[in-house]
């Protein structure tokens, strides 16, 4: 059984800084591209970065570039996205999110295996 368990989100204010972490199991970490989404309350699920199987290639959303880095540990089966300059508008639940393949897909159909999510809120 496969399961993405997030954690790190948090309270924060404007301006600072949060890492979040994902722990895998039950998948071969290493076969598959790690992604992370966001979904504020009555808006869409919203890409915010993915990362290779190896680590070598990363995208980011638009709004996230520059802000955050999102990074792996496959040796510990760990995806990590550090946030850095934190606004209002990041406040979000983020989802842990994984697809076996190489390919740094942004849309939420493409990914097979979801965490619960952890919120992040960031206040003015």
């Known amino acids: 059984q496969v399961q993405l368990v997030e954690s790190g989100g948090g309270l924060v204010q404007a301006g600072g800084s949060l890492r979040l972490s994902c722990e895998v199991s039950?998948?071969?970490?290493?076969?598959?591209?790690m992604a992370w989404f966001r979904q504020a309350p009555e808006k869409e699920r919203e890409f915010v970065a993915a990362?290779?199987?190896?680590?070598?290639?990363?995208n980011y959303g638009d709004s996230m570039k520059g802000r955050f880095t999102v990074s792996r540990d496959n040796a510990k089966n760990m995806v990590a996205l550090q946030m850095n300059s934190l606004k209002p508008e990041d406040t979000a639940v983020y989802y842990c999110?994984?697809?076996?393949?190489?390919?740094?897909?942004?849309?939420?159909?493409?990914?097979?295996?979801w965490g619960q999510g952890t919120q992040v809120t960031v206040s003015s």
């Open positions: 039950g998948l071969t970490f290493s076969s598959a591209v």
């Open positions: 990362i290779s199987r190896r680590g070598g290639r990363t």
């Open positions: 999110a994984a697809r076996v393949g190489d390919i740094l897909r942004t849309d939420t159909r493409s990914y097979d295996y």
